[in-house]
């Protein structure tokens, strides 16, 4: 078997999808995104298609490897990016070339389902307490928010009062226990964070995620010290080796790679293996499409310490569209008593529509995300 096309769809509301195709009518989906930079994602998978037409789609570690090392410069969101969507194809040829699902081809499934969470309350928080208590309705264990707006180095308390106020109005809609995962979304810098930290603690939080910057990680250990909430971080972080002091370190307890970010299913399965082996808990991120999803429940099947699962139906981005949109048989990931059931169809266990994906194809997406800024002119992380 050879793969002889690449084709790419850029769809709203903000995804990119890749089709490859094979000489034995097999066909393969991944997504690679960089959410803002779809075109230069595409770029790259167009630049490395050269590099796979014609080649054995079952070989995917030897292109995994060609396409990382085959390089001078490597890593970084973009190129990871594409090489995760590539990846996630190669691996759903593969299952439906042997009539399994990947999970079975890596292993085995070490559990049947997985625990889901919901987001609430969009880029500015707001009316979360009502949000969260639908998605307890719905039959959601856990939720997510952003936790605040823009925030300087130093901030006012007025701040921090109203992170509490709102993080408060989640917990009293909700009662004592549902999963409550605070994204400080890198708008937070340490000082502030600092305080966050220790605040937030009574009311019992799923974790904190992404406290500082990826760039700023050593701030963790001040932070981590500062508060007995679970630490989360890693969506912005693209390989093993970005990982690797990450974990060395010992200041994360969730680590949330991106599995159409950090090089796919083939590269996220060895960065959970990774952090099982430092007693570290896996939360794949993926606030993104169909496929995205289903990699990332492939990858959780196999890896004893995934705890939870990012997915995006709702999300405030889904504007006009959602993920369940481009499938044939949506149901594949209907939600239960909080849970989604692995999906063990061939492959990636979902069909995408074709058809539909190529007419979302003509619309496309420029998608950006907003640019922030502090009252006296200065640029806020978003």
Partial sequence: MKITGIELFIVPPRWLFLKIDTDEGITGWGEPIVEGRARAVRAAVEELSGYLIGKDPLA???????????????GGPVLMSAIAGIDQALWDIKGKYHQAPIYQLMGGACRQKIKVYS????DRPSDVGEAALRAQSEGFTAVKMNATEELQ????????????????????????????????????HKPMAKILAKE?????PMFLEEPVLPENNEALREIASATNIPIATGERMFS??????????GYADIIQPDVSHAGGIT?????????????????????LGPIALAACLQVDATCHNAVIQEQSLGIHYNQGND???????SSVFNYVDGCVTIPDGPGLGIEIDETH???MAEIGHDWKNPIWRHQDGSVAEW
């Fill in 240 to 249: 093993r080796w970005d990982f690797k002091r990450l974990l060395a370190d």
């Fill in 323 to 329: 993920l369940l949109d481009y499938m044939v048989d």
């Fill in 357 to 359: 994906v190529r007419k």
């Fill in 60 to 74: 995917i570690e030897d292109h995994w490897q060609a396409m990382y090392r085959g390089g001078f410069y490597r």
């Fill in 267 to 287: 590269e996220c399965k060895k960065i959970a293996s990774m952090a099982e082996a430092y007693d570290v808990a896996l939360a794949l991120h993926c606030p």
């Fill in 119 to 122: 987001w609430i309350g969009g």
């Fill in 153 to 188: 180095y130093i901030d006012s308390y007025e701040k921090i009062d109203e992170v509490l106020k709102r993080v408060a109005a989640v917990r009293g809609a909700v009662g004592p226990y549902l999963g409550i995962g605070i994204d400080f979304h890198g708008r937070v």
């Fill in 200 to 204: 937030l603690e009574v009311f019992r």
